[in-house]
C-alpha cells in the first residue's frame, strides 16, 4: 500500500512566438494527497492542468518545482524502476491507448515481464488470462489473441486497467477513463475500478470534468481553475455546498434535470472573468487559504485533515 | 418497420402546428452487407419547438440528420419515407423530391445544420467575415456589401460573439466562440429548422450551458425548431420539450421531457436514464457503495466462438 | 496507423460497428497481425510482382545460362538472328549475354543502395525523431542540408573525385547512398513524430519499457509500410541514378550494369546506325523493372492509407446507391401522382 504526497507542484512551459519567449504556468502550488483505499477527484475544465498533473505523476514529465513523494507503508520512498511498478494509469482515448499492431496478450504481458511479476512464458500466459478475467473480459483465451481494433471501446478500457495494474501498482491515476466511451457503458467501468479499488486498496486519482461521476466515484474533490486549487474536501460536501465561486458556477452548468427545470444561465448569476484563483476553501480545515503561498499552508491543511479525518 | 403500436409514443404537448413530418424514413448503407442505420422512422417537428434526438453511437441520429438535410452521401441511400417540410407561408414542400437550384436554395434558408466538430468546419485561412459572406452571397446574391456587413454584425452579436471578431480568424478564436460563430453562420438566412450535431460535446460545461441558454433565448426570440443531436440525456431533459431515443436505427421513444424523465417506458430509455449518476440527488451512489445495480460485466456474448 | 477522416459526417464505418458484432463475420475479418501488413492482391500488385520476380530471375539466374558476354567476334554489329537471340554489338559480342549480366549488375547495385538508403534514413528519422531535442534538431538539420544539395551534380561531383580504378560497384553504391537518404529520413521522421505522440507509445513508456524497446517494438511495426515503400523508391532511384552516371562515364568501372550497357550503345553509335536491339533492351528492362517496383508501392499505399482499397468496388456500390434511391423516388411520385389522381376522380364524383 502507497501513499503519495503531492507538494507545492508547479510546472512552467515556455511559450515561443517569434523571437519572444512567454512562460505559461501550467500547474500553480498544487498540492494533494492520495492515500490507499481512497479516490481522488481532480476536476476541471480543459487547460486547468490535470492532464499535466497526471503526466507529472506518471513521471512523463517534471516539474519545475515542487515535490512528488511516494512512499509505501513502512516509509520507504518510491524511487527509480520501483516507481514504475507502483505508479500506472489509464489513458483515456481507449482507441488510441493500445497499439494496434500487438496483441492484448502482448499489452498485458509485457509490465509483468519488465518487472519481473512472472517467469517463463507459461507462467506469464497464466497470468495474462488471470487479469483479463479479472476485469471482466471472458473468454480470456480469446481476447488475449485478438487485437485492439476487433475490440468495443468498453473492452478496450478493461484492457487498459488490466495492463495498468499488471505490475502491481498500488497507485492509480485514470485520466478520464470514461468520457471517450458510450454512455450506457461507463457506469460499468467505474464500476469496475471501484471494485478493483476496494479489493486491493489501491489510491486513485480521478481526473474529470464530469461533476455527476466525481461525486459518485470519488471520496475527496479537488477542484481546479487554472492550474490552481480552487476547493478541495469531501466530495458531497464540495458538490452539495460550493463555497468557492468557480465550483459554484460548475455546479450550476453541469445539466441536472432533477433540480427542476432551472435554466438560469448561470453566467448571469456569476462572472466567469472576476472569479479570483488566488484562494482556496478547504472544507477539512473548514477555512479559505492562500494559494501560491509556500508548503507550510499546505502541510497546515494536511495536518488539519488528517486530524478531521480521524475524528 | 417499426409500426406506431411497438413504438412508446407520448401525446403532442404542444399543439403548435407542425413544420416537419417525418414519415417511415430508412436509410441503408450499400455497402456487401447493407446495413440499415435509419430504420422506419417517423416524427413531427412543431414550430418552435426544440427536439432533443438522444442515443449513443451508432444508433443513426446524425445519419437521419444528414438525411433530412438530403447531406447523406453514397454508398448510404433511402430506402423509403417521406420529408415534408411544411413552410410558414402555408405551403409543403416534398423534401426528397427537390433537386439542384430548390435543394440548395431549401438548404439553409429553411433548414440549416451545425454540425458535429462544428469548430473545425470553419475554414481556417479565411477570416469570420469573409465566411459569413460567403455564406450569405451565395443565398442572396443581390445583398449590397453594406447589408452584408450589417447582416452579420447583427448575427453574431444575436449569439453574443464582439462584432469586431468579425476580422479574426478561426484559431485566434476560443471552441466555445467558434461553436457560437458556426451557430450565428447557422442563422444567417433566419431558417424555420436548425438541426444541431452535437455542438457542445467538445466543449467545457460552463461554456456549454452559455451556448445552450443562447440557444434557447434564440428560439424563444426568432421562433425557429429546433432539433438537438447528443448523447447527453440530462442536458436534453433540462432544454428540450420532446425527447426521441433512438436505437440501432429505430426511434424506441417519443415523448415529453418531463414524462420521459418521470415514467420512462422503454428499457433502452430506462438504462441510459440510469447512465447518468445525478448531480445533487442518490441516483448512482452504488458506484462508491459497491452495490451494482444496473452495470454488470461487459456482455462477452457478442464475441463470437 | 488511424487516419482522422476530415469529414463529419456518418461514415459507413460508425454505422456498420455498432450494427454488426465487435468482431465482424468471418466474411470481412481484419487479418491479424503481419498478414494485415500484406497488401491484397489486385491486378495492379500481380503486374507488379511478375516484372519485377521475372527480371530479379533473369538477373541471378540468367548469367548462368547465357555465354561470355566479353567474348568478342568478327562479326560486327548484327541483327538478332536465331544464333543471337538479341544480336551483337560493334565488337560482336552477345547482347543478350551482355543483358543478362548487366541485369545482375544493375540488381545488385539497386539492392545495395537502397538497403544502405534506408538503413541510414531509418537512423537519422525515427532515431532523431525519438529522443527529441538535440539530436532531433541536429538530424533534422543534416537531413534538410543533404536534401538541399542538388542531387546528380554531388553525385557526379563524387564519382569523378574519385579516381577510376577505385570506382568500383561499392563505391558507387555508397555514394549513391549518401546522396539519396535525406527524403526518407524526412517522412520517416515526420511518421516518427506522429507514432510518438500516440497514447500507446506513452503507455509502454509508463509501464517501464526501455528505449529501445519502445522504438523497436512499439514504433517500428507500425513503420513498416512506410519504410518498405521508402525502400522500394530507393531502389528505383538507385538504379536510374547509377544508370545516368555510367552513361555519362562515370559509372562504376569494373561492373556490367544496364547503364554501363547503355554507355557503350551510345559510345558505339548504335542509335546512329539503327542498332536498336543494343540500346532498346537495356532501356526497356530498366523501365519495366522501375514500373514493377513503382506498382507494388501503390500496393502498399494502400496499407499505409486503407481509403485507398477497393477503390472500384466502392464507386460501384455509389452507383448502385443512387440508382436505387432514385427508383423510390420515382416510385413515389407515381403513386402520389396515382393517388392524388384517385382523389381527384372521387372528389369528382
Partial sequence: MTRVHVTDLVKDYTIREGLRRSRLRAVDHVSLDLTPGRTVALVGESGSGKSTIAKILTRMESPTSGTVDVRLDDGTPVQGSLYRRQVQMVFQDPYASLNPFHTIEHHVARPLRIHQRTTGAAQTHQRVLEMLERVNLSPAEQIAARRPHELSGGQRQRVAIARALAPGAQVLIADEPVSMLDVSIRLGVLNLLGRLQREDRLAVLYITHDLATARHFSDEIVVLFRGRVVERGPADAVILDPQHDYTK??????????????????????????????????????????????????????????????? | MTSTATLAVGPDATDRDAVLTIRDLTVVYEVEEPVTAVEGASLTLHRGEILGLAGESGCGKTTLAYAVNRLHRPPARIASGDIVFHDRAGHDVDVLALEDADLREFRWSQLSMVFQGAMNALNPVTSIRAQLRDTLRAHRPRMTRAQVEARSVEVLERVGVDPRRLSSYPHELSGGMRQRVMIAMAMLLEPQIMIMDEPTTALDVVVQREILTEIVRLRD?????????????????????????MLRGEIVELDTSQRLLREPRHPYTRKLLGSFPSLHGERGAFIRSGVDETAGPEPTTEVPA | MTHLSTDNGPTVGSAADEKLAPVASSADRPRAGWRAMLPTMTPWLALGLFLVISIALFGTIGPYLVGDPGQIRDIGLTAPSGEFVLGTTQTGQDVFAQLAHATRGSLQIGLLVGLIATALSCFFGIYGAYRGGLTDEAFSLLSNVMLVIPGLPLVIVISGFVPREARGLWTIAVVLAITSWAGSARVLRAQTLSVRSRDYVAAARVAGERSWRVIVVEILPNLLPVIASQFVFAVIAAI???????????????????????????????????????????????????????????????????????????RKRARKAIRLEREVRRADRRTAGRSEAGAQEVASR
Fill in chain 1, 249 to 311: 458556477l460548475l455546479a450550476m452548468a453541469a445539466p441536472d434535470p432533477e433540480r427542476g427545470p432551472a435554466r438560469v444561465a448561470a453566467g448571469a448569476v456569476i462572472d466567469r472573468a472576476a472569479i479570483d484563483n488566488s484562494v482556496c476553501y478547504d472544507h477539512f480545515a473548514g477555512e479559505w487559504q492562500q494559494v501560491g503561498s509556500p508548503a507550510r499552508s499546505a502541510a497546515t491543511a494536511r495536518s488539519a485533515a488528517t486530524a478531521r479525518r480521524t475524528a
Fill in chain 2, 221 to 245: 426570440e426568432l421562433d425557429f425548431a429546433v432539433v438537438f443531436i447528443t448523447h447527453d440525456l440530462p442536458l436534453l431533459l433540462e432544454i428540450s420539450d420532446r425527447i426521441a431515443v
Fill in chain 3, 240 to 314: 536510374l541514378g547509377e544508370a545516368g552516371l555510367a552513361f555519362i562515364g562515370l559509372g562504376a568501372s569494373n561492373a556490367s550494369t544496364l547503364g554501363t550497357m547503355l554507355f557503350f550503345a551510345q559510345n558505339g553509335f548504335a542509335l546512329g546506325m539503327g542498332a536498336w536491339w543494343w540500346f532498346a533492351p537495356p532501356g526497356l528492362l530498366i523501365a519495366l523493372f522501375g514500373m514493377g517496383l513503382s506498382l507494388i508501392n501503390f500496393s502498399i499505399d494502400e496499407i499505409i492509407n486503407p481509403k485507398l482499397k477497393n477503390v472500384r468496388a466502392h
